[in-house]
Every structure is written in structure tokens, then in C-alpha cells.
């Protein structure tokens, strides 16, 4: 396929780094096909509409849209997820929250989970946990309206809405249903970085991604105060909460743990090339 030789060779030339793939993934959308399918079509002739929507899809990649948010599609725990501009694109180092939760729910052998994820975006964490552990029951709490739409659309997609209810609201200041320490696990990743480094950002993050879900103030650690005040509360008797961190975070928030009492068991979890990735620490006994 000309095409695609085509737009790698653009892309490559605009700076797009693995332009390869890239081309494959813009053209397998529009045709509707998956990666191999374009190799089985491979003499397949496109339609103007279909190279006019291509070329559109081109010129949005190379001034630094996502391809995420040009295809609308990012998988996450190998499931599809659709996302858009309104929602921070899931990324596979997040998946390790997933890992611990589901080894905690394991382990404290909970009948019927209850579980609040904060911050859902996409839905990506929520849904995932709740396709994993059928008998969970998840409440996915999100600032933003135009998130929350999406990721009620992605549970209905995954067939896991009856078990995922969405709060819109700041953090945990849900209901005061909320506040009787019914939670067993509290799962977020929140918002950390640095407010003066996301100028130096790449472009597709600090120029396409919501500054909503990225802005973690000054120093990157205002989630995490709110979290260690605000969590304990909602937790019942030994809950669990699992944070997502910036990988430079983890001795600061460890710190700040300490200072603020309530949790025991705090221990920092590296994700897979090392890198500390989240926080999980167990709510602390009267
Ligand atoms: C880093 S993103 C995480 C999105 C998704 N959970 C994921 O892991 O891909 C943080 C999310 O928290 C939301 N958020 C920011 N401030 C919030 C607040 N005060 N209360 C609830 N959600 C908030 C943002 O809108 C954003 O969707």
C-alpha cells in the first residue's frame, strides 16, 4: 500500500518517532481494519473520502495531537478503551495499580469488594478491576462531567455498568454515605506533576492532555496531602489505599505519610523498569 509508505515517510519527516507503526494504526482506522488486515488488503486502492479523513488525521498528528485522541482508542489492561481529548490517555505503567488491587482483594478475601476510584478519567483503573473481581463493587468519582460521559460509555461497552457508579465531585467528598468507613480499597492516580515542569513537557501531553488531570501544584504533592487526611474516614477497619506517584515522589509522599499518621503498612511499588511507580499502605487501628 502506497499510502502507508507514504504517511511513514511525512511523519518520519515531521519528527514523529515509530511513524511506522503510527501510519498502520491511522490507516487501520479509517479502513476500519486491524493491523493485519491491512497486510491482507494490501493492494487495496483508498477512496478520496477515505484519503481526505487521512490527510486530516495527518495534519492533526503532526501538530502534537495524541494519536490517541485522533483514533480514540487506547487499550489498557487488554481492553479497549475509547478516550478523547476530555480524559488523560491510560498509560501501561498505571497498570500496576490494577496488579496491587486485585493482590490485596486476593489476599483480605473480601466477599464483595467495595472499592472507590478516584479520579477516573476514561474509566480505565475502575473497569478493569471490576471485570477482573465479579463481585466488586466500584464507585468511580471524577471533577469532570465530559470524563465521566466517556467512562460511563466504556463501562457500558464492558458490560460492567450495573457494578460502577460514577460520582461526580472533588476527591472524597462524595456523599456522607460515603464517610462511614464502608471502603475496602480507596485506588487513584492522581494528578502529580510539578506545576512549573509542565511547560517542559512534550508537546502531546502538556499541549493536547487535560491540565486538569496532570497539575499536581507546586511541588506535585497536593493530591497526596488531601488523600492522607481524607481517606482514612472512608476506609473501613484495615482498608487499603493505592496511589499512583511520579517516580521521584516516593521517599516525599512516604514522608508525608508518616507525618500524617493514619496508615500502616506503607510501602512504595516500583513498576517494571524499576522506576517507583505507587504507594499502598493499609489504614492504621484506632
Ligand atoms: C492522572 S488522571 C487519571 C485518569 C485515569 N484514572 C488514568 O489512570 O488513566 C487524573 C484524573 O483526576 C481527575 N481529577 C483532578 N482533580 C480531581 C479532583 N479534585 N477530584 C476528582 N477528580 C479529579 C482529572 O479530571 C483526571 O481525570
Redesign the pocket.
Known amino acids: 500500500m502506497r499510502v502507508l509508505d507514504w504517511t511513514q515517510k511525512y511523519l518520519q519527516e515531521k519528527g514523529i518517532s515509530g511513524a511506522r507503526l503510527e501510519s498502520e494504526l491511522l490507516l487501520s482506522q479509517i479502513l476500519e481494519l486491524d493491523r493485519v488486515g491491512l497486510y491482507l488488503n494490501y493492494d487495496m486502492a483508498l477512496s478520496s473520502n477515505e484519503l481526505s479523513r487521512l490527510r486530516g488525521f495527518i495534519q492533526r498528528r503532526i501538530k502534537g495531537e495524541p494519536l490517541q485522541y485522533i483514533t480514540e482508542h487506547q487499550e489498557f489492561w487488554s481492553i479497549p478503551f475509547k478516550v478523547g481529548p476530555q480524559?488523560?490517555i491510560?498509560?501501561p505503567e498505571?497498570e500496576i495499580l490494577v496488579e496491587e488491587a486485585l493482590r490485596v482483594i486476593e489476599l483480605e478475601r473480601w466477599d464483595e469488594p467495595r472499592i472507590v476510584?478516584?479520579?477516573?478519567?476514561?474509566g480505565?483503573?475502575a473497569i478493569s478491576i471490576a471485570k477482573s473481581v465479579p463481585s466488586a463493587r466500584v464507585m468511580a468519582?471524577?471533577?469532570?462531567w465530559e470524563?465521566i460521559a466517556l467512562a460511563r460509555e466504556n463501562a457500558t461497552t464492558q458490560d460492567v455498568s450495573s457494578r460502577i457508579f460514577f460520582v461526580r465531585?472533588?476527591?472524597l467528598s462524595f456523599g456522607k454515605a460515603g464517610k462511614t468507613g464502608r471502603w475496602n480499597l480507596i485506588i487513584s492516580?492522581?494528578?502529580y506533576i510539578k506545576r512549573g515542569d509542565i511547560g517542559s513537557l512534550q508537546r502531546e501531553i502538556r499541549d493536547f492532555e487535560?491540565r486538569?488531570?496532570?497539575d499536581g501544584g507546586i511541588d506535585g504533592l497536593d493530591f497526596y496531602r488531601r488523600f492522607f487526611v481524607d481517606a482514612p474516614p472512608c476506609l473501613g477497619k484495615e482498608g487499603w489505599l493505592i496511589l499512583e506517584i511520579g517516580a521521584d515522589q516516593g521517599e516525599d509522599v512516604l514522608q508525608m505519610m508518616e507525618q500524617l499518621g493514619g496508615f500502616k503498612e506503607r510501602r512504595i511499588v516500583s513498576d517494571y523498569s524499576g522506576k517507583s511507580r505507587a504507594i499502598i499502605a493499609q489504614k492504621a487501628g484506632q
Open positions: 480524559v488523560l491510560p498509560r498505571t476510584e478516584v479520579g477516573t478519567g476514561c480505565a483503573i468519582t471524577e471533577l469532570s470524563a465531585g472533588d476527591l492516580n492522581p494528578p487535560p486538569e488531570a496532570i
